[in-house]
Structure formats: C-alpha cells, structure tokens
C-alpha cells in the first residue's frame, strides 16, 4: 500500500521551534504529532527560593510576544495567596496593558503571520510588495498597541512597570492624550482590518469542540472570571488543578493539557468570542456581524476575523478606560506576605495563561505551576490536522503541506511559552 | 554588475523569542530593513529559507542541548559576521540558573517522564562555543541598537553602544537617583546601558537586564546595599537574574551565597 509522510522540520510564522509530522498509509492518515523541540528552560524550578515579588519579572521571560499575560497572572496569583484583591484605577490599568498585548500581538499574527497564508505569500515582507498599505496598515496598528504597553510599562517587551499589589508609577491623565487619538485611528484600523481578513477565501472546516475562556459577569475576559466551557465546565480558577491534567508525551518538550472528564479543548480567540459576544462592545459585535459572523464560529480558519474583532474590542475598551482614568495614588497596594497557596488565570492573546504559587510567610516561593495558552491547544491543534489532511490527500505534497502549516497558524501557537512545547512533517509509510 | 543585497539570517537558540520580536517591533524601519538586505533566514517571519552563506547572522538564545551545541558551529562556518542578541545568547539567559543546581533535579520537578528531556547541565552564552563578532546585550535588546548594529556591520564599521553605567544615563535624562534620595537598592551603577536608565525614571531600581558594565565594582555596591538593609540572600537573589551567568554578577552572587 502506498504511504507518505508530510514532514515540516521546522515551523516558521510561529513563536519558538516546532515541528509538525503527518503519517499516511494508503487512503488513511495514521499518526500526527505536533512537535516541540524548544529546549526546556525550567521556570517551575527555578523560581522556587525565588521573592514573591520577583515572580512577574522572571515569568515575563517566558514569552517576548506576551509577557504582559505572564505578568498579569503571576500578579493575580500571589495578590490571591496574600488576600489582597485589586480594584478601581490599578485594575483598570491592568486591564489597559493587557488591551495593548492584544492589539500588538493580534496584529503581529493576523498581519505578519497568518495573512499571507490565506494570500500565498512566504511573508508578510513579499506581501507588502502587491499590498503595501495593507501591510503598513498591519505595522502602524501594532505600533499602537506596542505604544500602550511602553507608556505604561516602559518598554513593549519584558515591561519593567508591573508588581504585585500594582504599578511602580502610574501615568498621568494628560499623558494618554497623544496616544488616545492614536487609538481613534487603531480603532478604524482595526474595523478595516475586519473587512479586509473577511474578503479571504476559508476552507470549509469546523469540529465540535469544547471551548475554554473566561468569563466574567460584566465585562469581556482580561484578567479575571470564572472558568467555563461550552459543555458545562463553570468553576472557580483557584479549581483548575481538579479539573485539568497535564501530559507528558515522548514527541514534545511541552506537556500537553486535556481535561480530566472529557479530552481535549480549545483556547484562544475563537474560545473567548463564542463564550463571550454578549461582553463585546457594540461597535465590535457589530463589525463581527457585517463580516458575517453569528455569535458562535467553529471554523478555526476564521480565527482570523476572531482575533481582527478582539482588536476592535481592545481599541475601543482601551479608549474607555482612558476616557475616565483617574490617577491611582499610591500606584500599588502594599503587599504583606502569607502563608498559602494563590492562584490565577488571564486571557492571553492565545488564550488561558494560569499560574499557582505557593509561599510561605518570609514571600519565599516553596514551588510554582504555570500553565501556557499553547501546551493546552497542542492536543487540538494534533486533532484539527487529523481530520484536516484526511479530506485533502489528493493534494500536491507542497500545497498539503502549506495548508497544514496554514492550520497550525490558526493557533497563533507560541513555543517559546508552551516549553515545557513544533516542525511540520507528513509521513507515508 | 549590479550590487548583491547583504544575506541577513536570524537563529533562534533556547530564549523567549523576544529579541528576535525586536526586528519585528521596528515598525517604522522594518520595510526600509527589508529593502537594504536579503531576509535569507527568519523563520519567526518567513517560511522562505536562503542557503548559505549569510553576510550578517544573528543569534538569540543561549546553548541547553547537545544538538544545539552542534548546531551553532555550522551557523559560525556559513556566517561572515556572528552578532549575538540578548542576554541569552551573550550570557547564558534567565535559564543559567540551572548553573547553580542540579539540573536532574530540575527535570524532575517539571517533567513527568525525565526520560523524554534531553538538556545540557548548563546554559552558555554562544562565545563559549564559537567565536562572536559582536555582542548585544539587553533583555531584551533595545531595537534601537540593533538597527545601529545592522547599519554598522552592513556598512563595515563599529557599532555605537556606549559601554558605561546606567547611572550616567539617568544623568543625562534628568533623573534623581533612587538610591541617594529613595534609599531604593539599585544596579544601576554595575549595569550596562542600552535601556534608557528605565527603571529608575519609573521609581524602581534597575535590576539589571544589560548585565554587567565594563570594570563594575560590584562588591562596593554590594556593602552599599547591605548598608541599606538588604540580606546575604537576597544580595545573592539580585546577582542571579537575566545575566546570572556573566562573569562578575556570577562571582558577585557566589560570595553572598552561604
């Protein structure tokens, strides 16, 4: 019988070092697995001895696209340990920040890294050439998210502004000014940008899965809520251990997550919209409808719209929050160390990002777990390709193995944070 | 004949993916970058892939495997330059910590199967391996130095990146020590610039993401800080961060550690 292999040694449009490998015999896709050969950096080991406090700087090197989710969940999670819960301006600036990962990491991928799959380009640099303004649209938008992350947090990788309890200095109102009309241009940006991802041709595609987000009472998901899922999952984040269970497979440095009654889910953009429309504001829900979106997508391809509308949502929340900012003072909530165990979740760009820290009375950390958006889409992520390569094995090897890659950076997937998490490879036996 | 555009490549090594994120976070200069030279390897950008040889490679990350200890000496056969990017690849990174332990013992408190974990016991920058042109520090770099230093290997000459101390950059941009007037320990006065003296115009102390200064005298500022209440341990703690691994915060960190 005739057997083939799709093989991609390395993944590129993607954060970290990947491999995707697809075994087929006959007329039946055999294996798949999604590989993360990123050298493991031991995070969980190290900061064990480490101060509490030092916790949202060193986590923040997990990842350069989205140290801010890092930052957020480490804060979240050791302010839950020490009884300490955040609320008016200093919340409202977390939830700023946050909106500016979103909008640089939204726009880094749907510009830099997914578009030019659905236009067939090798990147977004030989894109620019037949669509210039498209791109330089893509550049200015990240700007403007990178834009809100420097001004809060000093610099857009690894900020230097964000601890526990809060901020080292909050900005004054007058210094959002110029960045204010800025985001006036990002948030018509980001509306074209809408338009423009919805004009791309989608592979018919969807499977029944079970989504993961946040999902707070009045508000879309950032930094708190409750977790949930479309098959009932509806439990308090300090639960996530009961409920999730982390595996150790042999073809990958990250441990790939399912949950414990059922399998495998689905995190990210795609997860956070279908639980989550009724919290957009008016003007995203809006932009999602024109582009043909119902309240539910199932077609990860589509993604794409998803994350372009999550950037709408971020523009105009960002623009909100500076609309009625007033100062914090003091800028942080003085933290007292206790014994016990916190814990937290943040919607990063690419989905869930959950820490848990236990310390002891001095701050010291006695041991630490931190799950990545990507280690728990890995297992999803094997099933899409499965069903995927099945239905387009006539196709010429190189465009089957463009479109499995095309199917990966569905994901956004980012290795760099899943390791302790790829190539693409198609294999016939 | 017609000039060839210069071959750029960008290697990524065990790192967080953010200096290479850099070149990307130029948004104003990325096109004109784009446009001086040929993006022959940036898998981060491109699934296009340019075979060797490279005029300028660049290098995140630090060396954790021995596949990657193989792999660096053929990007140094096929590369005229060599920069290294972030503390990473020029100091071992944030998972040097490992240096200073047992790395089984680190396996074992993140992995089920140790068995599936191929490591190296310890994190090195990318000169212990083959030699390095130039070094960029930062974690992360400053992308305004990394466009300075593509412009200058690109042009043949020395790249501009002021060797001193943070603190004569808080000089410059104005801004009161934290440590005389706030009593805030800082590293500023052992660290390198490239940042911008960003903590300390946000009232913290710096803690050191450029690494080491030339000359740093780190055990005088050392008693300076213990004169401010600060702990052997939590001395040995400030050492042990980003650059853990370059020399004079590795030994600075040992003679506090008990």
């Not at chain 1, 989710?69 to 008016?88: P, R, V």
């Not at chain 2, 100091?91 to 140790?114: H, T």
Request: with cysteine.
């Amino acid at each position: 019988m005739k057997s083939r292999t799709v093989r991609v040694d390395y993944l590129a449009r993607v954060e970290g070092e990947g491999a995707l490998l697809v075994k087929i015999k006959g007329e039946q896709v055999t294996d798949v697995q999604f590989k993360i050969f990123e050298p493991p950096r031991f995070f969980e080991a190290f900061l064990r001895g480490r101060k509490f406090y030092e916790a949202p700087d060193i986590t923040a090197r997990i990842c350069g696209i989205c140290p801010i989710a890092y930052q957020m969940s480490a804060c979240h999670a050791l302010e839950d340990a020490c009884g300490i819960k955040i609320t008016g301006p200093i919340r409202d600036l977390r939830r700023l920040i946050y909106c500016g990962e979103w909008i640089e990491s939204h726009a880094l991928h749907v510009y830099l890294l997914h578009a030019p799959d659905f236009l067939g380009y090798e990147d977004a640099i030989r894109m620019a050439k037949d669509h210039p303004d498209e791109v330089k649209r893509g550049l200015r938008l990240k700007k403007a998210g990178n834009e809100i992350v420097r001004l809060l947090g000093g610099r857009e990788i690894h900020p230097i502004n964000v601890r526990v309890g809060g901020f080292y200095k909050a900005p004054h109102k007058q210094d959002f000014s110029a960045l204010a009309e800025e985001l006036k241009w990002a948030r018509d940006a980001a509306l074209a940008t809408v338009r423009w991802v919805a004009s791309f041709a989608f592979p018919d595609f969807d499977r029944d899965y079970e989504f993961v987000a946040l999902r707070h009472p009045d508000e879309y998901p950032f930094n708190e809520g409750r977790l949930v899922s479309n098959r009932g999952l509806d439990i308090a984040i300090r639960d996530y251990d009961q409920h999730f269970v982390e595996e150790h497979v042999a073809h990958s440095n990250a441990l790939q997550s399912r949950l414990h009654e059922r399998n495998s889910y689905f995190v990210g953009p795609l997860a956070r919209y279908n639980l989550n429309f009724d919290k957009l504001s008016p003007m995203a829900q809006e932009a999602a409808r024109s582009a043909g979106l119902g309240p539910v997508c199932r077609n990860p391809f589509q993604s794409i719209i998803v994350r372009s509308v999550e950037m709408v949502y971020a523009c105009d929340e960002a623009l909100r929050i500076i609309e009625h900012y007033e100062m914090p003072d003091p800028p942080a909530v003085k933290i007292e160390p206790r014994v016990g165990t916190g814990y937290g979740c943040t919607e990063a760009p690419r989905g869930i990002c959950y820490h848990r820290y236990r310390i002891d009375d001095r701050g010291i950390i006695l041991d630490c777990k931190i799950v990545p958006p990507t280690s728990q889409n890995q297992k999803t992520i094997e099933g899409d390709l499965r069903q995927f390569v099945q239905t387009r094995l006539a196709l010429p090897k190189d465009k089957l193995q463009w479109q499995c890659e095309q199917a990966v950076r569905n994901y956004d997937p980012c290795i760099s944070c899943a390791t302790h998490f790829l190539k693409l490879q198609i294999e016939s036996e | 004949m017609a000039l060839r555009k210069p071959k750029l490549a960008v290697w990524k090594f065990s790192s967080c993916d953010g200096c290479q994120l850099s070149l990307l976070d130029c948004e104003d200069e990325l096109l004109a970058v784009a446009g001086a030279v040929d993006i022959a390897n940036f898998p981060e950008a491109s699934r296009a892939v340019v075979k060797g040889p490279y005029d300028l490679s660049l290098v995140e990350g630090s060396i954790t495997t021995p596949h990657d200890a193989e792999r660096i000496h053929g990007i140094r056969r096929a590369s005229k330059f060599l920069v290294t990017i972030g503390a990473c690849a020029t100091a071992g990174g944030i998972q040097a910590l490992r240096n200073f332990k047992d790395v089984k013992e680190f396996i074992s408190i993140v992995y089920a199967r140790p068995d599936y974990i191929e490591t190296l016991k310890k994190s090195t920058p990318i000169t212990d391996h083959v030699f390095v042109d130039f070094e960029l520090r930062g974690c992360p770099i400053n992308k305004y130095q990394l466009v300075e230093v593509l412009s200058a290997f690109l042009n043949g000459r020395k790249p501009n990146t002021p060797p001193h101390s943070v603190c004569m950059e808080c000089k410059e941009r104005g801004t009161v020590c934290v440590m005389v007037a706030q009593g805030t320990p800082c590293l500023g006065p052992v660290t390198q610039i490239g940042c911008g003296a960003l903590c300390p115009a946000y009232a913290r102390g710096c803690y050191g993401c450029f690494g080491p200064k030339e000359t740093p005298n780190t055990a005088s500022l050392s008693a300076w800080w213990s004169e401010l209440g600060v702990s052997e341990r939590d001395l040995m703690r400030v050492y042990r961060g980003f650059n853990a691994y370059a020399e004079p915060f590795r030994r600075e960190s040992e003679a506090h550690e008990k």
